[in-house]
């Protein structure tokens, strides 16, 4: 729309005749004349509406949508600090007339509905200021992402979702008929990254992975995206978690200079960074939540969650300064079959998780690169080899001592939000029961 002006823009358009257009947000009609709230993707601005203007909206419902002409005055406030502008507006528009009530409210300042409620009519809800903020942050965190990426000078890689085979084995993968043949929905880009990594050396990307969770709750989804990293010719894990570190503190920086009113709106408190995440064997970290809290889980191939809660909420800012840990060194059993094993310790494996907001959000570690280790890391996992002879030539053909990690989009976007669901930050959100809109 020609000389249309965005509701962040109007401060500088005081005493100006504009063209704004938006969504009815609300309407207050106070008979001989009356105030319009429009919304536009940048924000709210208070329109105030002649007798005649009020009787053209006349039998119509918030979500109508209008283009108003009208002249910037200062808004009359009783803060006089505060220097808020309205619009006088001089011609009232209706680019499409909305009749029908919304079915959940959506001009009050929090949606006041159930989590199926909301996501049953995501249609609608999704223009709650609220619920647009959140994924403004999550577009952001991606920028963010990207610029990091781009400055090391590596390139973005595009992946696949079809494949055929479960890239990290088990049985949670969809089936997919393929032309009579079998194929499945890729689990993650693991396979794909290593092998553009062979091409590039660094890459990442945003890949979409699909897992077939039995479970709807508040953790589970079918389909989900990752932040995706590799880079070859490196010495250790070390490296790798470098660029995790560096990684996520330039997403941090990315949606502290572009999120600020949506991080306001949410009442988001970042956590601390600290100088460096620390890093911690697994064995350790479980010795020290030992000693600190008397709950012994040292016999235990993982993390539980309350330990990972007071590991990145308690002892990590208390010593540290961070509310970020690396956690190293877990058992080979719990980690997939393109992990290298520690050379020191072969039931042990050099990989990590970064623990952050009291639960894991990276994944990563150092791969297997030649042919005859990954070839018996494979057989040992109960896979079938010939379910892997592309990824196989890869290694058959040569790639360097490499690594990288996975990030989990959504996960990270709840924890920053403080959000109880995960769906919350999955804009169409996918599970077991969902798979609408």
């Known amino acids: ?74 808004k009359r406030t009783k803060d006089p600090n505060a220097h808020e502008v309205e ?18 409210e959506i001009n009050n300042h929090d949606l006041d509905a159930r989590l199926e409620t ?10 709650h200021p609220k619920q647009r903020a959140i994924f403004r942050v999550q577009a952001a965190l991606v920028h963010g992402y990207r610029a990091y990426m781009e400055k090391q000078g590596f390139t973005e890689i595009f992946f696949p979702v079809l494949a055929g085979a479960a890239s990290e084995g088990g049985s949670e993968f969809f089936r997919v008929d393929y032309y009579g043949r079998d194929a499945a929905l890729t689990q993650s880009a693991q396979l794909y990254k ?6 590039y050396e660094g890459v990442y990307g945003v890949s ?38 560096g990684s996520t503190r330039g997403m941090f920086a990315a949606i502290q200079e572009e999120c600020k009113e949506e991080l306001a709106l949410l009442n988001v408190v970042l956590p601390p960074l600290g100088e460096k995440f620390p890093r911690i064997k697994l064995i350790d970290a479980l010795h020290v939540y030992k000693a600190e809290t008397g709950i012994d889980e040292t016999h235990e191939p993982d ?18 300064g961070s509310g970020f840990v690396f956690v190293t060194h877990y058992p080979e059993t719990k980690r997939p079959f393109y992990t ?10 050099l990989s990590f998780d970064l623990i952050g907001f009291g639960s894991e959000i990276v994944s990563g570690g150092m791969r297997v690169n030649r042919y005859d280790e990954q070839l018996a890391r494979i057989q040992s996992k109960g896979l079938r080899v010939e379910d892997f002879e592309d990824y196989l030539m890869m290694h058959k053909y040569g790639i360097p001592p490499e690594g990288g990690f996975g990030m989990g989009l959504q996960r990270l976007t709840q924890n920053i939000l403080g959000l109880a669901n995960i769906k919350e930050a999955t804009i169409f959100p996918r599970d077991v029961q969902r798979l609408r809109p």
């Open 87 to 104: 619009i006088q507006a001089t011609t009232l528009e209706i680019l499409s007339p909305v009749t029908d009530v919304t079915p959940v």
């Open 1 to 74: 729309m020609q000389n249309r002006t965005l509701v962040r823009d109007l401060n500088d358009k005081l005493g100006q005749t504009v063209i704004v257009a938006g969504w009815l947000h609300r309407l207050r009609d106070m008979a001989k004349f009356g105030f319009a709230i429009v919304r536009d993707r940048s924000g709210l601005v208070q329109v105030v509406l002649t007798a005649e203007q009020l009787e053209q909206l006349k039998g119509l419902q918030v979500e109508t949508v209008l283009k108003v002409t009208g002249i910037v005055v200062e």
């Open 303 to 320: 993390l539980s969650p309350a330990a990972e809660r007071w590991l990145s909420t308690v002892w990590a800012p208390k010593v540290h």
């Open 208 to 245: 979409y992975s699909f897992r077939a969770e039995k479970f709807s709750t508040s953790r589970h989804l079918t389909e989900f995206n990752q932040l995706e990293f590799e880079v070859g010719f490196i010495d250790s894990m070390e490296e790798v978690m470098e660029y995790v570190e």
């Open 194 to 199: 290593q092998i553009t990594m062979g091409v």
């Open 340 to 349: 290298k094993l520690d050379p020191e310790d072969p039931t042990s494996t």
């Open 118 to 127: 909301l996501l049953d009519n995501r249609v609608v809800t999704l223009r």
